[in-house]
């Protein structure tokens, strides 16, 4: 289907998308920004408390930046940074797109909700709006700063 190869298309393009070493979750020069990050619907980063909570919506940031290991040639490997909204819920819902010092801007790369994937969504997302997200699905977004 379209759907599968543009996620096939994105794994393949994407180092960030297939790391061969686990993530660390802490802070990286320069920004502080750690490689992997947890966000609630509501755009705030989650808490040890926010895992006990029932939600059906929760957003997975990803960091392209020092990815471990070297390519082919022995160079770093960066790539762009992205954030995964994922959503459990029967209906759809509202997420909180996370602003500075995560990104400024987001662009729609997948969403899982539509099949037609010939071409990426394109939409463009200031962080710290708000986005509808389709019921029983996975938006991803590149980070556009």
Known sequence: TE???????????????????????????????RDL??????????????????AA???LYLSGRDIPGRDARGEPVTDDSFLAVLHAGAEPTVFALP???????????????REEQT???GTVL????????????????RVAD
Request: net charge positive.
């Open 37 to 54: 990050a947890w966000f609630a619907r509501d755009g705030r980063e989650m808490t040890e408390g926010d895992w006990y909570a029932p």
């Open 126 to 141: 200031d962080g710290g709006t708000e986005m509808t997200v389709p019921a029983r699905s996975v938006l991803l977004l």
């Open 99 to 113: 602003g500075a010092p995560w990104a400024a801007r987001y662009e729609l790369v997948l969403d899982t909700s």
């Open 119 to 121: 071409e990426a969504p």
């Open 57 to 59: 919506t929760l957003g």
């Open 3 to 33: 759907l599968t190869a543009r996620v096939l298309t994105l794994r393949r393009t994407h180092p960030v998308l297939r790391r061969r070493a686990f993530f660390s979750g802490r802070a990286q020069a320069p920004d502080g920004l």
